[in-house]
């Protein structure tokens, strides 16, 4: 019997099935299936017999659906219509009973809530290996200077070891937001029925046991309703996407012959179909075309939620596409990203002249000047004429006589000439955090620290 005389207008059935998207949710269908039917079990709600004939039975669904040969039908709505109508014709009328104490809406929660736990942990190991990749490339460049910028201009010399290691920070605090993703998902919403609990006696830690959940979601009309932990999962995406998006511009302009820091393995890049001396860093490319897709599916879920009157609306629904695609184009990311850190050939001399650029030592010859005395603002001015005067006659600042530097200022003496040499640009950054190889080697042990904990 249906509540219905007529059938569903076409379009009706395309806007309202999700079954194109969601079957990769089957995994988690089965699983918990299965936890529930024990679980019923257990309470006598259903009989050990009956529960038997439904393990049986999702064994059989589930051999169907990892060998591709699942008979999904046009008229499946979703995942979950599409494994019960199965279970049901192959196990038999006793395929009816796995719904009892249970409704899609708490159903669709609890499958979501598995795989976001799954996305986030899985982030977390492709943040590593991402990790493990920059710190391994910090130590083995860890000394090689090359300039560090600001505005896309030269500012001041830094270490490759010091500027790979800034990537590993921030993926550090990636790891803590997917960490605390997998913490938004601890709690099992399964059990609140369709909203307001269901009419047995259920054991939903139980089933929270045995689905790896380290409680039960307190509020029924919350478990059906909650989808925070998506966009938790896609702030932490799209974050981490946008570092990774900043990776990819620094490798796309490294790669440039303009700049030429850095060669690209081959794996990691294309031809062109038209040019062919070109070597095209794509996937660098995609990791910034890529990044604003995740912050995109983030606004659009607050757009789902925003203003959704409690319980379940079918507006939830559209949840997976948005959280699916990030999941997928993060892991891709990420792999790229690891992959172009551990094949790249960093290219020691042309970075070491982009940095022996003499004018790159400005701070360090104002603070020359501001430790014989002078005011850090008058320095500026100071240093800001001798440069000047280097620009418009196209000599190097090491090549101004001791006469020259001193009608800029009489505290610039002969050291002047020691602060222009170029290692000390570099070591004289001794601040905690700074570019001076022995504070180097310090965060690279904090960083290699990251992975042990
Ligand atoms: N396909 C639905 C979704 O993804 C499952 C839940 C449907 N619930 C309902 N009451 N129609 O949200």
């Not at 607050?302 to 079918?314: C, E, F, I, M, R």
């Not at 094949?343 to 701070?363: C, P, Q």
């Not at 020691?418 to 965060?443: F, H, I, M, Y």
């Amino acid at each position: 019997m249906s509540r219905f005389a007529e059938p569903q207008d076409p379009d009706f059935a395309s806007i309202n099935r999700s079954l194109d998207f969601d079957r990769r949710l089957w995994p988690y269908d089965v699983a918990q299936s299965r936890a529930h039917a024990r679980m019923l079990a257990a309470q006598g709600i259903i009989t050990a017999e009956d529960r038997d004939a439904l393990l049986a039975g999702l064994d059989a669904v589930e051999a169907e659906l990892r060998a591709g040969t699942f008979p999904f039908r046009e008229d499946d709505e979703d995942i979950h219509m599409a494994v019960e109508r199965r279970l049901t014709e192959l196990a038999g009328p006793v395929g009816g009973r796995l719904h009892t104490a249970r409704s899609r809406n708490d159903q669709v929660a609890t499958d979501i809530a598995l795989f976001t736990r799954e996305a986030a942990e899985e982030a977390v190991e492709r943040i590593e290996a991402l990790i493990a990749a920059l710190t391994d490339a910090a130590e083995a460049h860890l000394d090689w200077p090359l300039p560090g910028y600001t505005h896309l201009q030269r500012a001041q010399p830094v270490y490759l070891g010091h500027h790979l290691l800034a990537y590993v920070w921030m993926l550090a605090r990636d790891r803590e937001r997917f960490r605390f993703v997998a913490g938004q998902v601890a709690n099992l919403p399964l059990g609140a029925g369709a909203l307001a609990g269901v009419n047995f006696d259920t054991d939903r830690r139980m089933v929270a046991a045995e689905l790896g959940f380290t409680g039960v979601a307190p509020n029924s009309l919350d478990a059906v309703s909650n989808r925070d932990f998506v966009l938790d999962y896609l702030s932490a995406a799209a974050t981490c996407a946008t570092h990774l998006s900043r990776l990819g511009a620094e490798l796309v302009l490294w790669s440039s012959e303009e700049f030429g820091f850095v060669v690209l393995a081959d794996a990691w890049t294309s031809g062109s179909s038209i040019m062919p001396q070109k070597k095209n860093p794509d996937a660098a490319e995609l990791l910034r075309g890529k990044a604003p897709r995740i912050a995109g599916h983030l606004a659009a879920l607050h757009g789902v939620l925003h203003a959704l009157p409690l319980t379940y609306n079918k507006d939830l629904q559209e949840d997976k596409e948005h959280l699916f695609d990030a999941v997928d184009t993060l892991r891709l990311c990420l792999a790229a990203s690891a992959g172009m850190v551990r094949g790249a050939e960093f290219r020691r001399e042309r970075m070491a002249a982009a940095a022996s650029d003499e004018l790159i030592a400005a701070t360090d010859l104002a603070d020359l000047l501001v430790k014989r005395g002078v005011p850090f603002r008058e320095c500026h001015g100071i240093v800001a004429g001798l440069v000047r005067d280097a620009v418009t006659s196209g000599r190097r600042l090491s090549e101004f006589t001791p006469d020259e530097l001193r009608a800029h200022s009489e505290h610039l003496d002969a050291e002047t000439y020691d602060v222009l040499a170029q290692r000390s640009w570099l070591e004289s950054k001794v601040s905690e955090g700074g570019t001076a190889l022995p504070r180097v080697r310090e965060q690279l042990a904090l960083a290699r620290a990251l992975l042990d904990g």
